[in-house]
């Protein structure tokens, strides 16, 4: 049976503080998030005007937020919205409470079908994603893919927070493609960012931001399937981490092959 001894994972915090969400501000460092989040604007600037009926799927990571602060303070006509998976660690909802505050918004949020989620634990079991990479696949299908589905429905395009330098699986990401499995456009605004730039604009804005980020967490998904990373980790290490890193991704940012 695979993975079973990880079914007992918890989110207890390391007393250690992530140096990463905490870079030294120098002038270099500070002009280069400058000119990037210049970039960032005239790119959705650009979008919002092409494409009206545009939506930003927004999971509360750091890249997230960097793109929410810039989309509230500018007024973009991007429409933000989440998925809530009924799995996300306590932190994650503490974040989504203090950006309705901050930016004085209320989040769209979508939601699994609980008739297919109480169908899948009741015959698979409430961890059943441990076991083996197809029963991952379809809690991630159920509780992500799905819903993700219906917020893209009528869209023209959407945007993400993904970053080139997170993973294997997202090398070479483009800042703009047609995303083929959904079949409207995508925007990654964020693509050529380093987690130095992000955590240097969230610093310098004062953006609210996930603090499981602190105690070295720098992806969150699913509270089950997340752990924090060792110092020279890839960042997404911590994600499905029992897993192959070429090929670990949850459905939503998967390209169609022929």
């Not at 270099?28 to 959705?44: D, E, F, I």
């Not at 503490?94 to 989040?107: D, G, I, Q, V």
């Amino acid at each position: 049976m695979l993975f079973r001894s990880f079914g007992d994972v918890s989110m207890i915090r390391s007393a250690a503080k992530n140096p990463a969400t905490s870079p030294e501000l120098t002038d270099a460092l500070k002009a280069s998030v400058t000119t990037k989040r210049a970039q960032v604007l005239s790119l959705l600037k650009e979008a919002e005007t092409t494409f009206p009926a545009i939506t930003f799927a927004n999971s509360f990571g750091a890249e997230d937020m960097v793109l929410t602060d810039i989309i509230m303070r500018e007024k973009l006509a991007i429409e933000i919205f989440s998925l809530d998976t009924g799995r996300l660690p306590a932190e994650t909802y503490t974040l989504m409470a203090e950006a309705e505050s901050t930016y004085n918004t209320k989040l769209k949020v979508y939601f699994p079908k609980h008739e297919v989620v109480e169908q899948y634990v009741q015959m698979k079991g409430i961890n059943a994603f441990y076991e083996s990479i197809d029963l991952r696949k379809a809690c991630c299908h159920m509780r992500k893919v799905e819903p993700l589905q219906r917020a893209l429905n009528g869209k023209q395009a959407w945007v993400t927070g993904m970053r080139a330098e997170q993973a294997t699986t997202r090398a070479n990401l483009p800042v703009q493609e047609f995303d083929e499995g959904n079949k409207l456009e995508k925007f990654n605004p964020l693509s050529d960012w380093t987690e130095q730039e992000v955590w240097a604009y969230i610093r310098l804005h004062e953006v609210p931001y996930n603090k499981l980020h602190d105690v070295f967490y720098p992806s969150i998904g699913c509270a089950p399937c997340t752990r924090a990373v060792a110092m020279g980790e890839d960042v997404r290490a911590g994600r499905w981490w029992w897993e192959d890193p070429t090929s670990k991704e949850c459905g939503l940012h998967v390209k169609k092959t022929k």
